[in-house]
T-cell receptor, first 109, second 114 residues
Framework: GQSLEQPSEVTAVEGAIVQINCTYQ??????LSWYQQHDGGAPTFLSY????GLEETGRFSSFLSRSDSYGYLLLQELQMKDSASYFC??????????FGAGTRLFVKA | DTEVTQTPKHLVMGMTNKKSLKCEQH?????MYWYKQKAKKPPELMFV???????INESVPSRFSPECPNSSLLNLHLHALQPEDSALYLC?????????????FGPGTRLTVT
């Protein structure tokens, strides 16, 4: 089967750093993506890792280890507006993307 | 510009109605997608068009009928829907096959079937 696992909820305080982990088991793998979705909104693309290592984009970083079938999204200097759901997603090729169930991030003042 | 637009934003339809959802992108992307998303769940892939040809149909019931009139437009025709089809319908696009890991989503159409 194909599966992605990520925590269902994470809570952190403003200004802190939070890491959302994602492990995957899929029949194909081109890369790991991260999407942010606010309540009532649409998913917004954050990052895509096709190769091992860390990618940094502003306050957000994403990491991939293909040998461990593992990745994470790191959010620094948390702000209230970062409260949202975060989905990891594996692009398996052939235009197919498998999404994890999502992690709800609550940022407290 | 990374904008994908969708109309309408909200749609309420009866089970005997016929309606269409529309999606447009002007990023020159050659792959376009329809997803269905239920509350507190991840998006589920329905259809993918690549270079205006249907590439993927994820065993979607025939009451959903996609159409890609040109490289910028994607439609989803709806008829004889069921109440369980009520959901957020999302359109997305990506550059092409190689860019499938980087998809840009429209704001969605929130569909209620009564």
């Amino acid at each position: 089967g194909q599966s992605l696992e990520q925590p269902s909820e994470v809570t952190a305080v403003e200004g802190a750093i939070v890491q959302i982990n994602c492990t995957y088991q899929t029949s194909g793998f081109y890369g790991l993506s991260w999407y942010q979705q606010h309540d009532g909104g649409a998913p917004t693309f954050l990052s895509y890792n096709a190769l091992d290592g860390l990618e940094e984009t502003g306050r957000f970083s994403s990491f991939l280890s293909r040998s461990d079938s593992y990745g994470y999204l790191l959010l620094q200097e948390l702000q209230m507006k970062d409260s949202a759901s975060y989905f990891c997603a594996v692009y398996t090729g052939g235009f197919k993307t498998i999404f994890g169930a999502g992690t709800r991030l609550f940022v407290k003042a | 510009d990374t904008e994908v637009t969708q109309t309408p934003k909200h749609l309420v339809m009866g089970m005997t109605n016929k309606k269409s959802l529309k999606c447009e992108q002007h990023m020159g992307h050659r792959a376009m997608y329809w997803y269905k998303q239920k509350a507190k769940k991840p998006p589920e892939l329905m259809f993918v068009y690549s270079y205006e040809k249907l590439s993927i149909n994820e065993s979607v019931p025939s009451r959903f009928s996609p159409e890609c009139p040109n490289s910028s437009l994607l439609n989803l025709h709806l008829h004889a829907l069921q109440p369980e089809d009520s959901a957020l319908y999302l359109c997305a696009s990506s550059q092409d096959f190689a860019g499938g890991g980087e998809q840009y989503f429209g704001p969605g159409t929130r569909l209620t079937v009564t």
